[in-house]
Nanobody
Framework: QVQLVESGGGLVQPGGSLRLSCAAS????????MGWYRQAPGKERELVAT?????NYADSVKGRFTISIDNAKNTVYLQMNTLKPGDTAVYYC???????????WGQGTQVTVSS
């Protein structure tokens, strides 16, 4: 059973930074797709960034967020800079194995941007 565990969320003022972490229970090489999604209250879940198969960002976070991978630690990171109130949401780590057609989600971590 694969587990994804997020951490690093919290309350931050506008313009501040946070780094989210997603620790996987197995090697990241097992996954064909990895990324981060977020869901704000009353809104649908949306893609924030992917690191595999290609690095891609939502237009709303380009230039402010950076996704990275540490294969030795089986961990995916999301560095978030210049945060805005509109970034407030629950952030979820996502992974997919195409061969098994299985998707995995973390439990989510709350990010609140407010003064």
């Amino acid at each position: 059973q694969v587990q994804l565990v997020e951490s690093g969320g919290g309350l931050v003022q506008p313009g501040g930074s946070l780094r989210l972490s997603c620790a996987a229970s197995r090697s990241l090489f097992f996954f064909d797709t990895m990324g981060w999604y977020r869901q704000a209250p009353g809104k649908e879940r949306e893609l924030v960034a992917t690191s595999r198969p290609i690095v891609n960002y939502a237009d709303s976070v380009k230039g402010r967020f950076t996704i990275s991978i540490d294969n030795a630690k089986n961990t995916v990171y999301l560095q978030m800079n210049t945060l805005k109130p509109g970034d407030t949401a629950v952030y979820y780590c996502y992974a997919r194995n195409d061969y098994d057609r299985l998707e995995y989600w973390g439990q989510g971590t709350q990010v609140t941007v407010s003064s």
